[in-house]
């Protein structure tokens, strides 16, 4: 006896055409490949949807959907060429009812990063989304990722420095001539740094849509030219070395969250890799219990909008 299938069999009740119809929270495995290098087995969470076209179907076929991504996961690799390939295989597999596919990924990306000094290597985890759109024949891809940094703030160093010069002139206000060594030793102490500026752990969000020159998702590439651009890029392993460095990096790159913003504005600006851009930049304030944030986009007409 043939068993029902209602998504096929019945009509809707309500008659209407659905955006978005299918599923979320899929957990899986899955290989992702992105720059040149080997692709790399991430622990993802999924989503998949296809437009529900016809007024009158009860539903679509999700299972179909979900086999998809399951082939995906065991047989092959996150690409941008299998990326599109599911697309277009959801759009077929229902090809009576939906003209649009839409599917996302979510997962961390583990890479091992160079310490600053030293060259030690640790891991560093960067939460990266890819998205995969195909409306009337058409794709879009979309990658983003949270990239760490340190923020020195440009006010707080300027006070600081005000309070070492007051008590530099405080301790030799009576004396004509001053001894180099004993200067350089009063600076060494914490009578001569009597004030350091705030700093905190700040996440900047990129998202940008892939162009066409692009042959795999610059994953890699976009995190080096955010912390290449940011100069403070939160460390893994360290030694005394890199640490020292790590002030020195933090001391000569003070910035607001709209400074960072600028910085990442302009760069990302240069790139023809990607056809658009948004960002936010999130300064987790040590001094305030609130966050700085700066948010830009490329600015282009029908575009990303902050």
């Not at 055409?17 to 979320?24: A, N």
């Not at 939906?98 to 985890?125: C, M």
């Not at 060594?181 to 990129?206: F, K, N």
Request: some cysteine.
């Amino acid at each position: 006896m043939a068993m029902p299938d209602i998504a096929n069999s019945a009509q809707a009740q309500t008659e209407g055409k659905l955006d978005r119809v299918g599923m979320s929270n899929i957990e899986l495995p899955i290989m992702v490949q992105t720059d040149d290098y080997p692709a790399q087995q991430v622990s993802a969470n999924a989503e998949v949807f296809v437009n529900l076209g016809d007024p009158q179907a009860k539903g679509i076929h999700m299972s179909r959907l979900y086999l998809q991504l399951d082939e995906l996961s065991t047989e092959s690799e996150l690409n941008i060429s299998t990326l599109t390939a599911l697309l277009q295989g959801f759009i077929s597999s229902h090809h009576e009812l939906s003209q649009s596919a839409f599917v996302k990924f979510s997962f961390d990306y583990h890479l091992r990063r160079k310490s600053l000094i030293s060259e030690k290597r640790g891991w560093k985890a960067y939460p990266v989304i890819i998205i995969g759109h195909l409306i009337d024949g058409n794709y879009e891809i979309e990658l983003q990722v949270n990239v760490p940094y340190s923020s020195t703030c440009p006010c707080s160093a300027a006070l600081a420095r005000q309070l070492i010069q007051r008590a530099f002139s405080e301790k030799y206000e009576q004396q004509t001539e001053i001894n180099k060594d004993e200067i350089v030793a009063w600076l060494g102490s914490t009578q001569g740094i009597v004030a350091t500026p705030h700093s905190q752990r700040s996440i900047v969000e990129v998202k940008v849509k892939l162009s066409s020159l692009n042959q795999s998702f610059p994953l890699i590439e976009l995190i080096d030219l955010i912390e290449k651009t940011l100069k403070t890029p939160v460390q893994a392993a360290v030694k005394r070395e890199d640490e020292q460095e790590f002030a020195r990096l933090n001391g000569q790159n003070l910035m607001f969250c709209e400074d960072a913003a600028r910085y990442l504005q302009y760069a990302l600006h240069q790139e023809t890799k990607f056809d658009d851009f948004w960002l936010r930049v999130n300064h987790y304030e040590s001094l305030h219990a609130h966050d700085a944030v700066a948010m830009t986009t490329k600015g282009i007409e029908g575009g990303y909008s902050a």
